[in-house]
């Protein structure tokens, strides 16, 4: 069986040509092959093999000629020639010409599909995430400030193709175990984790890591994911992305607040799936995030420890404490100070730190504030830098509390404050400057602040941050200041948990694994502060907890 | 549903370094993107010429039709009755321009083509465009036509016919007059006028008598081979020359031309370098004429120059040019010039780094990088940097040096406007002072500010209906 043909407009080198014209006689079944440029020395070589040349043969022609003993051979062999001429060289790396893909496009076409992390300005994002799903790659788009309209228009893509885009604003995000953006060195478990929350799916999977319990993936979704207008495009994909994945038991959907249409239709979606699915949406009248990690860990069969925590230096609880030195008016401290400053790294953390604080001491004001009229602006007011400064600028409809003595949350992480500089958790300079600055103000009797560790993270927090908090402690002199730490961060991370949180601690801080634990002993020292009693929840009173930072 | 959970973890990391670290220190293999911004102002374009449904099947579409067209050489013939050319009636390089407008070596190439027409019998540019007897002018590219430098076509100068077998389109180009003292750099010595008349008179319709003995060349098979050899068909044309007249001489001689004349042919086009130029362009417009006019699409059609401005055109947005003052090459220069000599860019030549060739082939070409004193490796990332920017690898434009991996082809706007890499045009210098000639050769970029106006154009077609 014979196939002879002359192609126009092919033309490769002849020791190109004889390598293809040896892969196709070593095609089993093939008793002659050549494949050559159409000039006569060839033309010679045909008609000695019995071919006879196809009309109009001329230099510029490639001929394809192969005797094979059946069809099949023949067609193999005929394979064997087209994919021997159209194989592409892979691009090659290094040396002084090399040129970096310039795109995700290019990245992309040179290294096969994969999952785009894409954290540039988020005017820009859009155009790397289109490429990215255009080559049939995943999208985690770190970047902030992207248009609701694009979200829903690359979701919608994403949607058609199979894919999925986690963002934007998605901070966190843990696949095949590796943690991408802020993320924790955590074991693989059974619980997979979808979160329209950042800071939040932190804290879940630092608590289940202190409960030894690991996690099967962390899908970020992206903030606004489950907002009406974006319709949990993203949370249904992550959904039945871990709903098909053997390793995840127990789903967790990790949200702020959802649009109600939304919950309920993602409600319905997640019944109709075989793995469990637990809801844990954030807000007033919900459970905050240390309980939604317990009912996990129930829900898996498994304990639910005593959380981590580290008493302060000089505080009861501190083998070595001299003296309790919590804001006391008996001790001295103007009766003004009564106040609750919080600078968050996290949204999420800010959020539900608010919802205790203010359902136990009343309206806290924020930029990501709970109600609309506890909105401050997050920027310090001018004049507080000096201690005598005023507080925070007036707000038309304030509660009727001294401006100077409000509960006051601000989220450092919010798009306003990171347009244009990295995000708190690298840089932590506003955050250092905002603390003294609040340790100045007379007012303030307790300032909270979250560390968050793990990959992406800064290296080492504490070596800027137990300096900051020391200085703002030992400033105050006798009008005492008390400084509590959510430290958010798994035995595995980086930094060292432990190394961490003893550095926090030693420098004057209450550090709390749980941030809903450290909102509520925030709460007990305040409420404290008129009664001159302790209230329970005292950091590093239980052994369980020192354990658990343990390495 | 998404393969993310069942895949080997592979991050393809574009913006904070950082995070790419991280993934890095993980064990994931991790592709890093070299990310900068756009062009100034194109992001709300981008975002919405990106979002069009349209553009990956129209750019597809455009890709499969570019790299599909073959070109045969089928002809030689007067350009007047091919191209529809009265008399007074001139064809020019680049985007449409006017004689007030218009550079030294373009005045000079229509001033040297009114008195090889016999309009005028002497150069004179202070007499203007009507006492030179010129009636009209148009870019070539409106006629089908493409021509190097000043690219001054008229009716009685002979052309080149190239024809796509598939469909039977054809495209034109002029003979090419060799380097030096030529019309096509604005010169109009005497020299140059009997040149032209002896083409006429004895080259073309040689060509036309061996062509037509021969059957059709394949232009396109020169071209491939031809890149394998060294030349990158733009500014080195050398091998592409040899082998044209390889395939004609033997039909030459059987012309039943006088000796005299064959042997004058053969030297004529044996000793200049650049005969193949005129084949490459014409070749390189017939693929890039398949992919014009697809709604959506980004890819460019068209890069040309006319001395003064440089336009380029788009698929997706049709005839419109889109222009900008044309920048001026740097490179080497011939004995007794300099760069103040150097008029801006000029000619349709782009054409060839439109389609692939050209500075988007330096690989394949390393010598030409000499002109600007640049080494082998230079003429490597030129090339590779045009991948950044390019719809397409040309299967048949094959880069021994790249283990034969094709050229890049199909300018994308939207990645010249992402990346602010600008094509690399290896390109021919004309004297900036008509009848000067060439000065010198070397290397130029589109001025950017073009693409930042076609994006706009292509953003104000996208269809109105709201994504998704």
Known sequence: ?551 | MTGLLRREPHVIAAGIGLLADSAAGQAAKVTRVDWAPPMPGTDADLATVLADSRRAGANALAVQRMLAARALLVDVVQAGPALGLAAGEFLHAGPPISWERASGPMRGALMGAAVFEGLADHPDAAAGESALGIVSLEPCHHRGAVGPMAGVVSPSMWAFVLEDPADGRRAFCSLNEGLGKVLRYGAYSAEVIDRLRWMSAVLGPLLQAAVRRHGPVDVTAILTQMVQMGDEAHNRNRAGTLMLLRDLLPDMVESGFPAADIADAARFVAGNDHFFLNLAMPACKLALDAARDIPGSTMVVAMARNGTDFGIQVSGTGNPWFTAPALVPQGLFLAGYGPADANPDIGDSAITETAGLGGFAMAAAPAIVRLVGGTVATALAATRRMYEITLAEHPLFGVPALEFRGTPAGIDVTLVARTQILPQINTGMAGKVAGTGQVGAGLVTPPAEVFPLALRELAGRVPASPPG
């Open chain 1, 1 to 551: 069986m014979r196939h002879v043909e002359a192609r126009a407009g092919a033309y490769a080198d002849s020791v190109t040509l004889m390598q293809v014209s040896a892969q196709a006689q070593a095609v089993p079944g093939v008793q002659a092959a050549l494949v050559a440029m159409a000039t006569e020395l060839n033309l010679g070589l045909l008609a000695d093999l019995g071919f006879t040349a196809p009309d109009g043969s001329t230099q510029n022609h490639l001929l394809v000629a192969v005797e094979a003993a059946d069809g099949d051979a023949l067609a193999a062999a005929r394979a064997v020639v087209d994919s021997a001429l159209t194989a592409r060289p892979a691009e090659q790396s290094g040396g002084p010409a090399s040129q970096p893909p310039r795109t995700t496009l290019s990245a992309a076409r040179r290294a096969g599909t994969g999952l785009a992390l894409i954290s540039v300005p988020g005017q820009y994002a859009f155009a790397e995430a289109v490429d990215a799903l255009d080559s049939g790659c995943d999208v985690m788009i770190f970047s902030d400030n992207v248009p609701v309209e694009q979200e829903v228009w690359l979701k919608d893509r994403a949607a058609e193709r199979g894919l999925l885009v986690m963002g934007p604003d998605c901070g966190t995000a843990i696949v095949s175990g590796v943690g991408l953006g802020f993320s924790h060195a955590v074991p693989s478990g059974p619980i997979g984790v979808v979160a329209a929350s950042g800071t939040g799916a932190q804290q879940m999977v630092c608590l289940l890591d202190a409960a030894g319990a690991g996690v099967s993936a962390v899908l970020g979704v992206g903030g606004r994911d489950l907002s009406a207008a974006v319709g949990g495009r993203s949370a249904r994909a992550a959904l039945a992305a871990l709903d098909e994945d053997p390793s995840t038991e127990l789903i967790v959907l990790l949200s702020k607040p959802a649009a109600p249409a939304v919950a309920d239709s993602l409600r319905a979606y997640a019944e109709s799936l075989t793995t469990p699915v637990q809801f844990a949406l954030i807000g007033p009248g919900q459970p905050d995030l240390t309980a939604a990690a317990e009912a996990a860990l129930r829900a898996t069969g498994r304990e639910v420890p005593q959380w981590p925590s580290w008493a302060a230096a000089g505080q009861p609880g501190d083998p070595g404490a001299p003296a309790a030195a919590v804001p006391r008016t008996e001790t001295g401290a103007p009766a003004e100070a009564r106040a609750l400053r919080g600078l968050f790294a996290g949204g999420t953390l800010c959020d539900e730190a608010m919802v205790i604080v203010s359902g136990r001491l009343g309206p806290v004001y924020s930029n990501i504030p709970l109600r609309p009229d506890w909105r401050v602006s997050p920027h310090p007011p001018a004049g507080q830098r000096t201690p005598a400064g005023p507080g925070f600028p007036a707000v038309p409809d304030a509660a009727a509390v001294p401006d100077a003595a409000r509960h006051v949350m601000i989220d450092f992480g919010d798009d306003e404050l990171t347009a244009g500089r990295p995000h708190p958790m690298i840089d932590q300079r506003l955050r250092v400057d905002r603390l003294a600055a609040e340790a100045a103000d007379p007012a303030t009797a307790v300032i909270m602040l979250d560390v968050v560790l793990g990959h992406g993270a800064h290296p080492d927090p504490a070596a800027e941050l137990a300096p900051a908090i020391a200085a703002a402690i030992v400033g105050r002199g006798d009008r005492e200041l008390a400084v509590v730490v959510s430290l958010i961060g798994a035995r595995s991370d980086p930094q060292g948990l432990t190394a961490q949180a003893t550095a926090l601690a030693a420098a004057g801080a209450s550090v709390f694994a749980s941030n809903a634990q450290a909102a509520r002993f925030a709460c007990d020292l305040l409420a404290r502060t008129g009664t001159g009693q302790a209230g329970p929840g005292r950091p590093g009173q239980a052994g369980a907890g020192q354990a658990g930072g343990g390495r």
